[in-house]
């Protein structure tokens, strides 16, 4: 069994400081990703930004600017295990090691379920799914091997616990999977010090969000009883907490942070 750490011991400052980690976040180049990306950063830790949109390279611009040499941009499809090996390499490469994984990347083409061809929903789940297997095996690997533990967060939805609006099943079911997958894989990783964690954001205005249909956001917007959408930064705050000191005795879990729309 691993040793109690004496964190009650720690000033708060001390506790989510991330100094001399790395962290790699999936789809970190806009919305939810890049508020990740931003304060990971802030809080210290070396990033590597994982997304085929080639903003990435401008976030690593910004970043460097402030302290040189703490993030770099890699391209890669989380669906793919040699881009994901592609992904890891390259971190450790550069930083030596891999200390918090964010499994952000995702997508979530709206489609009624009778309209649906196979090769869509096929390929939500190789993103949503499939891509969160891969990057968790592959960087949990390194962990293992490291032996000094690690932190991952998994960003589902809160579809992984309720729908939350027609036309997203094959979404629904890559996210039901992805929660599942959260529990299972803390379950076999906590020996190695691996804490793992999921994130499930409701409405969010992001780029992706506001590229939709703006009569479905609004209907989505009336059911929260917050009275709106949540903000990037409201999930990339959380996903801090669980990437730090601050959340040490959580393994399994996972946060909600939607506005109160599933007490609707």
């Not at 205005?205 to 209907?219: E, L, R, V």
Request: aromatic share 4%.
């Amino acid at each position: 069994m691993a040793p109690e750490t004496a964190l009650t011991n720690q000033a708060l400052p001390e506790l989510i400081s991330l100094a001399g980690q790395t962290a790699i976040v999936t789809g970190g180049a806009l919305g939810i990703g890049n508020s990740i990306v931003r304060r990971l950063h802030e809080a210290g830790a070396n990033v590597v930004i994982s997304d085929p949109e080639a903003s990435r390279h401008e976030l690593v611009a910004e970043l460097t600017q402030t302290r040189p040499g703490s993030a770099i941009a890699t391209h890669t499809d989380v669906s793919d295990a040699d881009s994901v090996e592609a992904m890891a390499a390259a971190a450790n490469d550069t930083f030596g090691g891999v200390d918090i994984l964010v499994n952000n990347a995702g997508i979530y083409p709206a489609m009624p379920l009778l309209e649906m061809d196979p090769d869509l929903f096929r390929r939500v789940i190789d993103i949503n799914l499939v891509g969160l297997f891969l990057c968790t095996q592959t960087v949990a690997k390194g962990m293992v091997k490291a032996g000094r533990g690690g932190k991952i967060v998994n960003i589902t939805s809160i579809d992984a616990l309720h729908p939350s609006m027609a036309g997203l099943s094959h979404y629904d079911s890559s996210k039901h999977g992805a929660w599942g997958f959260t529990k299972a894989s803390a379950l076999e990783l906590a020996p190695h010090n691996i804490r793992v964690n999921a994130i499930a954001p409701g409405g969010i205005t992001t780029h992706g969000t506001q590229g939709m249909d703006q009569s479905m956001i609004s209907q989505f917007e009336a059911m929260i009883p917050m009275g709106r959408m949540g903000q990037g930064d409201e999930i990339a705050l959380a996903a801090l907490f669980l990437a730090s000191d601050m959340s040490s005795y959580m393994t399994g879990s996972q946060v909600v942070i939607d506005g109160g729309r599933l007490l609707r």
